[in-house]
């Protein structure tokens, strides 16, 4: 993928999926306080901002008209339908992280990660299943945020996501917040030590056995 050609190590492209509620956005935040080489990728969508976000920080919050405008100018890395509103991974996001040095971490459903892994097959895929169905409607119903309806259809649209979850290099069960953020550390930690990323170490190496 030419963005990332130009760069020593060839920066990662990580990838978390999982239902929402499942308590990926939590563990996205921890991972990145525990490691300043990770960064997140802000995307673009047309759903309404929720109490509590920020423009520019959560999402970039554009109008159908402009995110068709946007796809049209060839801006998204991919993008996709989730419940009813557009979503996208913007390519100036990704070419920003990468260019500061940084992996990037993307918060994007099965049917992104799927289109990225066309655009990039060196992508880290990562999900993060919740512990039972149970939990995962309790944790729905704990935001307090959605109404009986919402959380119907976030149930329906939560075993769709899961189905996928096969697809992905890495899966997790997150029993417990901090464990899940160690275990996906571990993954990011151990992928950045690929031979295939390191191909920098080239000329070390020549200079270590002459
Ligand atoms: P929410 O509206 O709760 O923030 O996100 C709903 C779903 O959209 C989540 O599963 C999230 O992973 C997904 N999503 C967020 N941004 C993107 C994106 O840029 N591309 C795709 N394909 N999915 C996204």
Redesign the pocket.
């Known amino acids: 993928m030419e963005v990332t050609s130009a760069f020593k190590r060839r920066g990662l492209l990580f990838v978390l ?4 509620g499942a308590g ?1 956005s939590t563990i996205a935040r921890m991972l990145m306080a525990s490691d300043d080489g990770i960064a997140m990728s802000v ?3 047309t ?1 309404p901002m929720r109490p509590g976000e920020l423009a520019g920080r959560d ?1 970039h919050f554009v109008s159908t008209e402009r995110f068709e405008e946007m796809v049209a100018a060839g801006e998204f890395l ?3 339908h ?2 009813g ?1 557009r ?3 913007l390519k100036r996001e990704v070419r920003q992280t990468i260019e500061g040095g940084r992996d990037v971490l ?4 099965w ?2 990660t799927q289109q990225l892994k066309q655009v990039d097959p060196d992508i880290v895929r990562v999900f993060i299943l919740p512990p039972s169905m149970e939990e995962l409607e309790r944790r729905l119903r704990n935001r307090g945020t959605d109404s009986e309806d919402v959380i119907a259809r976030r149930m329906e649209r939560a075993a769709a ?1 899961i189905s996928h979850w096969a697809e992905y290099d890495y899966v997790l069960i997150n029993n417990n917040a901090e464990k899940c953020r160690e275990l996906v550390h571990n993954i990011l930690k151990a992928e950045r030590l690929k031979a295939t990323r390191r191909v920098f170490l080239h000329d070390f190496v020549r200079e270590l056995i002459g």
Do not use: C, M, N
């Open positions: 999926s999982s239902p929402s990926k995307s673009a969508t759903r999402y991919e993008w996709a989730v419940f509103h979503y996208g991974t993307l918060d994007i459903d049917q992104g996501e």
